[in-house]
């Protein structure tokens, strides 16, 4: 069943697109050799203006319309040529839209003396243009196609108009059964082999377009507000039969749009039927297929049981073998935990440790730069050079000592649990206290970090222990990354703008993988291969950072080196100074 509506939903849609195409195909053919007889009659009466406008007679009324003969001669010159040329009619009018004479002066629909200054075929001819217009008239209330020329004599002009009636085309097409129409330039169908389409907009008029053809009378006595439209989407159009597919053709150079349709139905019925017979041959062949196979299953019913069972012997046993590797690898992941939190915990017993030396070092190098003061005081005076030489060495080794003074202040400080409160503190003094605690790695690298005071001096307001402590992590992985490389160079720079204050430390190092540098603030997350490191240091950085309402951004590209920018918020004075 599901194989036979398959087929049915897919033969459906397959016929239903071909029979479309063909019947586009058809319509266009259709299009195309309705053009050519409609634009054929245009073309037939295109000149007759022109020709009729250049006769003396019709000159004379222009030049002079007060005089009756020559009225009564272009009357007769006009009925006349409307009989030979087949035109419905053709009158002349002054510059002012009144008529002065015309073909049917002797009926009683005459159109002399009438005006027709309204009709855009008039406004044409009287701006020097050839007019055009499909339009109902006003006096004989038959449909026509107005055709226009202006006509100068002198100072006097006039316009000469003939009407060509056009309904034969649309009696051909009614005999022959075409849902053909003409559409101009509003929209509105005025010549249609489809009754119910005739003076129909193909789809809605806006209110400036009714004004504009009630303005000038096209269809004068049809009534276009409430008629309901043609187009029920972009290729169908409704009718007394049902929905039709249409085609559409530009026609002349009025903006008129000729448009053929046929039914959906037919094309509709031969897809219904082409899709049941598929259905019908699709669940036949289907169930022949079905007997077919049953007695293969039966012969094939012993030998798929055994593969099953061999089958799920297979899987259970690929199972075990994932089971077996998950619990390899957690172990080997808690393996790898719990070294780092040997590890740690050692490196945390080496600050303590650390911390214990300093301070147990700190008295006696007191101790000593006070021996060395003394001692030079009480070198002998005198010029002779030994006394000088072993002030000079004194004064050598007091400075040794201060500096290892120095060193073992700040690790005292960088050692000591800072407490919760910010401070304002000053960037430049921070980051020498960063190198200066750095200074032994980076002897060892070989790189001294280049290092801009920024003029005027910065602050932040930080934790000047834990601010140092960021910094020194970022120095010591800006040396591991320089390490072996050529003409390695660090920087730190500081900038603000008011509002917010950056610190950046620059490196020109191996880089970061961009695959890892996501993760580079992960703690225990490390690139190096050595095995140094927890992968704490940026974690922490990026904590205390934080804390103090900034942030660190990192961008890296392989071989080009790594930038760290750490940015803060800069202190807002609290008043006038």
């Known amino acids: ?22 019947l586009r195909a058809q319509l266009d053919q259709t299009l195309i050799l309705t053009a050519r007889a409609v634009e054929t009659e245009i073309a037939r009466f295109g000149s007759l203006p022109g020709i009729a406008a250049e006769d003396a007679r019709i000159r004379a009324v222009i030049a002079a319309p007060g005089y009756t003969a020559n009225v009564d001669e272009a009357n007769r010159y006009l009925a006349k040529i409307g009989t030979y040329s087949g035109a419905s009619l053709l009158f002349l009018m002054n510059e002012n839209g009144v008529t002065l004479a015309a073909s049917n002066y002797e009926t009683d629909l005459s159109l002399v003396g009438r005006n027709f200054n309204f009709r855009p075929y008039f406004k044409a001819a009287m701006q020097g243009q050839n007019g055009r217009y ?46 053909t129409a003409i559409i101009d330039q509003d929209g509105v169908a005025f010549l249609s082999g489809a009754p119910e389409w005739l003076y129909r907009p193909t789809l809605g008029l806006s209110p400036e377009r009714l004004a504009r053809i009630r303005d000038a009378r096209t269809y004068n006595g049809v009534e276009l507000v409430d008629a309901e439209a ?22 002349t150079d009025d903006g ?110 007191a101790a000593m730069e006070a021996t060395l003061a003394a001692a030079e005081l009480a070198l002998p005076a005198g010029d002779t050079s030994k006394p000088d030489k072993t002030q000079n060495r004194i004064a050598t080794v007091r ?71 960021v910094l020194v992590n970022l120095l010591l992985n800006a040396f591991d990354a320089v390490d072996g490389q050529t003409d390695p ?42 095995g140094e490191g927890l992968g704490l240091g940026l974690s922490i950085s990026q904590a205390i950072v934080q804390e103090f309402g900034g942030q660190i951004d990192i961008t890296s590209r392989s071989g080009q080196g790594t930038t760290v920018t750490v940015t803060l918020p800069s202190p807002q004075p609290i008043g006038p100074a």
């Not at 069943?1 to 033969?11: H, K, P, R």
């Not at 780092?340 to 301070?359: N, T």
């Not at 060193?407 to 960063?434: C, M, P, W, Y």
């Not at 032994?440 to 001096?457: C, H, V």
């Open 134 to 179: 499909y339009a109902i008239g006003t006096t004989t209330g038959e449909p026509g196609y107005f055709l226009s020329t202006p006509v100068t004599v002198g100072s006097a002009r006039g316009v000469l108009v003939v009407k060509v009636d056009l309904t034969p085309l649309q009696s051909t097409w009614l005999s022959a059964g075409l849902a």
């Open 230 to 251: 043609i187009l029920i989407g972009p290729d169908r159009a409704r009718s007394a039969n049902g929905p039709m597919l249409i085609r559409a053709h530009p026609l």
């Open 256 to 365: 008129w749009t000729l448009m053929a349709g046929s039914l959906i139905a037919p094309v509709t019925t031969t897809s219904i039927l082409s899709a049941l017979g598929a259905a019908l041959l699709t669940f036949l062949a289907t169930g022949l297929a079905k007997i077919a196979n049953q007695r293969r299953q039966l012969v094939a019913l012993r030998l798929r049981q055994n593969a099953l069972l061999e089958t799920r012997v297979a899987e259970r046993t690929r199972d075990l073998a994932h089971e077996v590797q998950a619990r390899r690898q957690t172990e080997a992941e808690l393996r790898a935990a719990q070294e780092g939190l040997i590890h740690s915990e050692k490196m945390a017993a080496l600050g303590r440790m650390s911390a214990a030396i300093v301070h147990e070092i700190s008295q006696p190098l």
């Open 489 to 530: 160079q660090i920087t730190i720079s500081a900038t603000s703008d008011g509002t917010k204050t950056t610190l950046t430390v620059t490196d020109t190092g191996a880089g970061i993988d961009p695959a890892d540098l996501p993760r580079v603030t992960e703690p225990f997350f490390s690139t190096k291969i050595t």
């Open 399 to 469: 400075g040794l000592v201060r500096r290892m003074q120095r060193t073992t202040k700040h690790l005292k400080s960088f050692s000591r649990k800072e407490q919760g409160e910010l401070s304002l503190i000053d960037i430049a003094q921070t980051v020498e206290n960063a190198i200066e605690l750095t200074a032994p790695r980076a002897k060892t690298a070989g790189i001294a970090p280049q290092f801009t005071l920024p003029d005027p001096p910065l602050y932040i307001r930080a934790g000047a222990i834990r601010m140092e402590q």
């Open 1 to 22: 069943m599901a194989l036979a509506l398959c087929a049915a939903a897919l033969t459906y849609v397959f016929t239903y697109r071909a029979n479309e195409v063909a």
